[in-house]
C-alpha cells in the first residue's frame, strides 16, 4: 500500500504541473481575448471553446479514463502494444471525421476561418489527449508535464497576437499548433510500445469500458458547466453576457481543480490497483482529504478576492461576474466536502461503472435542461446557481450509491475540522477587501495566506503515518507530518466516521 500511496504521489505532482499548464493556457488565452479583442470576442472565443470541448468528448470514446484502468491489466509488453495500436487506429479515424463534424457545425453558426481553427485544435486534441493518457496510466507523468509547457508557450504567444488583431480565429490556431508540439513530446517515451511485437487486441475488450466512461466524460462536462456558455448561445444569451458567465465558471473551475487537477487518471489507475477493499477505502479516504486540503484554500480566495479576479478578463462593470464566482464556488466547496470525484472513481475502478454510467448521465441531461431554461427564462445568474446546484446533487447520490454498495464510509470529523478553520481563517482578509478600503486590499492577500496555512496545522487532517505514506521520509514529509492527527485522537476519529 505504502508503495502504491507513493508511487501515485509521484505521478500527481507531475500531473499535476502538466494540468496546471493545460489550464493555465486556456486561462492566459481567454485573458489574452477578453483584454485585448474584448468583450464580445470573449463571449465567442469561450462558447466556441465551450462547443469544442463537447464535441472532443464525445468524440475521445472514453479512452482517458478506459485507458487508466486497462494498461493496469495487461499482462506483458506484447499486449500493451497491441492495446496502444489498437486504441490508436480508432483514435485517428476518429480525430479525421470529428475535424470535419466540427468545422460543419460552426461554418455559417460561427465563420468558416473560426470553423477551420476549431476543427484543427480539435483534431490535434483528439491525438494529443491519447498518448498523454498512455503516458499517464503509465506513470509517466514528467512526459506529460515537459509536453505541456511547450504547448503553454507555443499556443499563448500566437493567440496574444491573434487577440491583438482581434482574430478569434487565429487564436484557435494557435491553441492548434501548441497541442501539436506537445502531442509530439508525448510520443517519445511510447516508442517502446509503438513499435516491436504486439499481441493482438480484440475491439470489444479495447471498447467496452471505456464506452462506458464515454458517456460519463460527456456527463461531467455538462454537469461542471463546461458546455453552460454553449447552452447560453442557444439559450439566446448575448455574446457579452456569455462572456461574464464564462470568466464566473473559469475561475470556478480553477480555483477548484488548480491544485488537484494532477490526480485526473492517476487516481482511476491508482484505485483499480489496489489489493483489496480495505486498502480501497483507506485510499478513499485520503484522497477526499488531500484533494480538500489542496482546493479549499484556492476556493475561498475566489470568493474572498472575486472582484479582484473578475477585473482579470474584464473592463467596466462586472457585478454580473462576480455574483457568479461566488455562487458556483461556494457550490463547489459543498461538492468537495462531500467527497469530490472520489466516488465515481471508486464506482468505476471496482466494477460499479455501469451505476456510475447511470448517475452520471442522468444528471448530465438534469444540467442541460436546468441551464438552458434557467438563462432563457430568469438570466446568467440563476443559471449559475442551478448548475451548481446540479453539481452538488450528483456527488451526494454518489456517495450514497458508494456507501451502501463498498461500505467506503467518509472522514467527516476531519472535513468539519478543517472547513471551521478555513472559514474562520478567511474572514480577516474578507474584512479588508469591502468597498470603501482601497489602502488595505493589498494586505489581505498575506494575511489571507497565513491564514490558510494556519488553518491547516490547526485542522490536522492527515491520519497519523500518512505523511510517510505519501512522501517517504524526505523534506516533504517532515512539512506533511504537522498536518497529522496524533495517533490516539485518529483512532478515535476513525471510530466515530
Same mark, same amino acid.
Not at 453558426?109 to 491519447?130: C, F, K, N, T, W
Not at 505541456?148 to 487565429?170: E, P, Q, R
Not at 448548475?387 to 454498495?405: K, N, P, S, T
Not at 505523511?467 to 492527527?485: F, N, P, Q, W, Y
Given at each position: 500500500?505504502?508503495?502504491?500511496?507513493?508511487?501515485?504521489?509521484?505521478?500527481?505532482?507531475?500531473?499535476?504541473?502538466?494540468?496546471v499548464?493545460?489550464?493555465?493556457t486556456?486561462?492566459?488565452?481567454?485573458v489574452?481575448?477578453?483584454?485585448?479583442?474584448g468583450r464580445?470576442?470573449?463571449?465567442?472565443f469561450?462558447?466556441?471553446?465551450?462547443?469544442?470541448?463537447l464535441?472532443?468528448l464525445?468524440? %475521445?470514446?472514453?479512452?482517458?479514463?478506459g485507458i487508466?484502468?486497462?494498461v493496469q491489466?495487461?499482462?506483458?509488453?506484447?499486449?500493451?502494444?497491441?492495446?496502444?495500436r489498437r486504441?490508436l487506429?480508432?483514435?485517428?479515424?476518429?480525430?479525421?471525421?470529428?475535424?470535419v463534424v466540427?468545422?460543419?457545425?460552426?461554418?455559417?453558426?460561427?465563420?468558416p476561418?473560426?470553423a477551420?481553427?476549431? %476543427?484543427?485544435?480539435?483534431?490535434?486534441?483528439?491525438?494529443?489527449?491519447? !498518448?498523454?493518457?498512455?503516458?499517464v496510466?503509465?506513470?509517466q507523468?514528467?512526459a506529460?508535464?515537459?509536453?505541456?509547457?511547450?504547448?503553454?508557450?507555443?499556443?499563448v504567444?500566437?493567440?496574444?497576437?491573434?487577440?491583438?488583431?482581434?482574430?478569434?480565429?487565429?487564436?484557435?490556431?494557435g491553441?492548434?499548433?501548441g497541442?501539436i508540439?506537445?502531442?509530439? !513530446?508525448?510520443?517519445?517515451?511510447?516508442r517502446?510500445i509503438?513499435?516491436?511485437?504486439?499481441?493482438?487486441?480484440?475491439?470489444?475488450?479495447?471498447l467496452?469500458l471505456?464506452?462506458?466512461?464515454?458517456?460519463?466524460?460527456v456527463?461531467?462536462?455538462?454537469?461542471?458547466?463546461?458546455?453552460?456558455?454553449?447552452?447560453?448561445?442557444?439559450a439566446?444569451?448575448?455574446?457579452?453576457e456569455?462572456?461574464?458567465?464564462?470568466?464566473?465558471?473559469?475561475?470556478?473551475?480553477?480555483?477548484?481543480?488548480? *491544485?488537484?487537477?494532477?490526480?485526473?487518471?492517476?487516481?482511476?489507475?491508482?484505485?483499480?490497483?489496489?489489493?483489496?477493499?480495505e486498502h480501497?477505502?483507506?485510499l478513499h479516504?485520503?484522497y477526499?482529504?488531500?484533494?480538500?486540503? !489542496?482546493?479549499m484554500?484556492m476556493?475561498?480566495?475566489?470568493?474572498v478576492?472575486?472582484p $479582484?479576479?473578475?477585473?482579470?478578463?474584464l473592463?467596466?462593470?462586472i457585478?454580473?461576474?462576480?455574483?457568479?464566482?461566488?455562487? !458556483?464556488?461556494?457550490?463547489s466547496i459543498?461538492?468537495?466536502?462531500?467527497g469530490?470525484?472520489?466516488?465515481?472513481?471508486?464506482l468505476?475502478?471496482?466494477g460499479?461503472?455501469?451505476i456510475?454510467?447511470?448517475?452520471?448521465a442522468f444528471?448530465?441531461?438534469?444540467?442541460v435542461?436546468?441551464?438552458?431554461?434557467?438563462a432563457a427564462?430568469?438570466?446568467i445568474?440563476t %443559471?449559475?446557481s442551478?448548475?451548481?446546484?446540479?453539481?452538488? &446533487?450528483?456527488?451526494?447520490?454518489?456517495?450514497i450509491?458508494?456507501?451502501?454498495?463498498?461500505?467506503i464510509?467518509?472522514?467527516?470529523?476531519?472535513?468539519?475540522r478543517?472547513? $471551521?478553520?478555513?472559514?474562520?481563517?478567511?474572514?480577516?482578509?474578507?474584512?479588508l477587501?469591502?468597498?470603501g478600503?482601497?489602502?488595505?486590499?493589498?494586505l489581505a492577500?498575506?494575511?489571507?495566506? *497565513?491564514?490558510?496555512?494556519?488553518?491547516?496545522i490547526?485542522?490536522k487532517?492527515?491520519?497519523a503515518g500518512e505523511?510517510?505514506?505519501?512522501?517517504?521520509?524526505g &523534506?516533504?514529509s517532515k512539512?506533511?507530518?504537522?498536518?497529522?492527527?496524533?495517533?490516539?485522537?485518529?483512532?478515535?476519529?476513525?471510530?466515530?466516521?
Amino acid at each position: 500500500m505504502d508503495t502504491l500511496t507513493r508511487d501515485t504521489a509521484r505521478s500527481y505532482i507531475w500531473n499535476q504541473l502538466a494540468f496546471v499548464l493545460d489550464g493555465l493556457t486556456l486561462t492566459l488565452a481567454s485573458v489574452c481575448v477578453g483584454r485585448l479583442a474584448g468583450r464580445d470576442a470573449l463571449g465567442t472565443f469561450s462558447w466556441v471553446l465551450s462547443m469544442a470541448g463537447l464535441v472532443a468528448l464525445v468524440a %475521445a470514446l472514453g479512452f482517458k479514463e478506459g485507458i487508466a484502468v486497462l494498461v493496469q491489466k495487461v499482462e506483458d509488453d506484447a499486449a500493451l502494444r497491441g492495446l496502444f495500436r489498437r486504441l490508436l487506429t480508432i483514435r485517428l479515424w476518429a480525430a479525421v471525421v470529428t475535424v470535419v463534424v466540427t468545422a460543419v457545425l460552426l461554418w455559417h453558426r460561427a465563420s468558416p476561418p473560426i470553423a477551420l481553427g476549431v %476543427a484543427a485544435y480539435v483534431g490535434a486534441v483528439l491525438v494529443a489527449g491519447l !498518448l498523454s493518457a498512455f503516458n499517464v496510466a503509465l506513470f509517466q507523468t514528467r512526459a506529460v508535464a515537459f509536453g505541456k509547457i511547450a504547448s503553454c508557450i507555443v499556443s499563448v504567444g500566437i493567440v496574444a497576437a491573434g487577440a491583438a488583431v482581434g482574430s478569434v480565429a487565429l487564436a484557435f490556431v494557435g491553441l492548434s499548433i501548441g497541442t501539436i508540439v506537445g502531442g509530439a !513530446l508525448f510520443f517519445l517515451p511510447l516508442r517502446r510500445i509503438a513499435f516491436g511485437p504486439a499481441s493482438p487486441c480484440r475491439l470489444s475488450h479495447a471498447l467496452q469500458l471505456p464506452l462506458t466512461l464515454a458517456i460519463v466524460a460527456v456527463s461531467n462536462y455538462l454537469i461542471g458547466s463546461q458546455a453552460a456558455s454553449f447552452l447560453l448561445k442557444y439559450a439566446r444569451i448575448a455574446d457579452g453576457e456569455i462572456a461574464v458567465f464564462s470568466v464566473g465558471v473559469t475561475v470556478a473551475f480553477v480555483s477548484n481543480r488548480a *491544485l488537484m487537477g494532477g490526480f485526473t487518471s492517476v487516481i482511476l489507475a491508482a484505485f483499480s490497483r489496489a489489493a483489496d477493499a480495505e486498502h480501497l477505502a483507506r485510499l478513499h479516504s485520503l484522497y477526499v482529504r488531500a484533494t480538500t486540503i !489542496l482546493s479549499m484554500p484556492m476556493l475561498l480566495a475566489s470568493v474572498v478576492f472575486a472582484p $479582484l479576479i473578475a477585473r482579470i478578463w474584464l473592463k467596466g462593470d462586472i457585478g454580473d461576474s462576480a455574483f457568479i464566482i461566488n455562487v !458556483l464556488v461556494a457550490w463547489s466547496i459543498a461538492a468537495r466536502l462531500m467527497g469530490g470525484g472520489a466516488h465515481s472513481a471508486a464506482l468505476y475502478s471496482s466494477g460499479l461503472q455501469n451505476i456510475g454510467l447511470v448517475v452520471r448521465a442522468f444528471f448530465g441531461a438534469l444540467s442541460v435542461v436546468a441551464v438552458y431554461f434557467a438563462a432563457a427564462h430568469m438570466g446568467i445568474r440563476t %443559471a449559475a446557481s442551478a448548475a451548481g446546484a446540479v453539481g452538488f &446533487l450528483v456527488i451526494a447520490v454518489e456517495w450514497i450509491v458508494v456507501y451502501r454498495m463498498r461500505a467506503i464510509g467518509m472522514p467527516w470529523t476531519a472535513l468539519a475540522r478543517l472547513t $471551521l478553520y478555513s472559514l474562520a481563517a478567511s474572514v480577516p482578509a474578507w474584512l479588508l477587501t469591502l468597498p470603501g478600503r482601497p489602502a488595505l486590499t493589498i494586505l489581505a492577500v498575506p494575511i489571507f495566506a *497565513l491564514g490558510a496555512i494556519a488553518a491547516l496545522i490547526l485542522a490536522k487532517p492527515l491520519s497519523a503515518g500518512e505523511a510517510s505514506d505519501i512522501a517517504g521520509h524526505g &523534506l516533504l514529509s517532515k512539512v506533511l507530518v504537522r498536518l497529522e492527527t496524533p495517533a490516539s485522537a485518529a483512532t478515535l476519529e476513525s471510530q466515530a466516521s
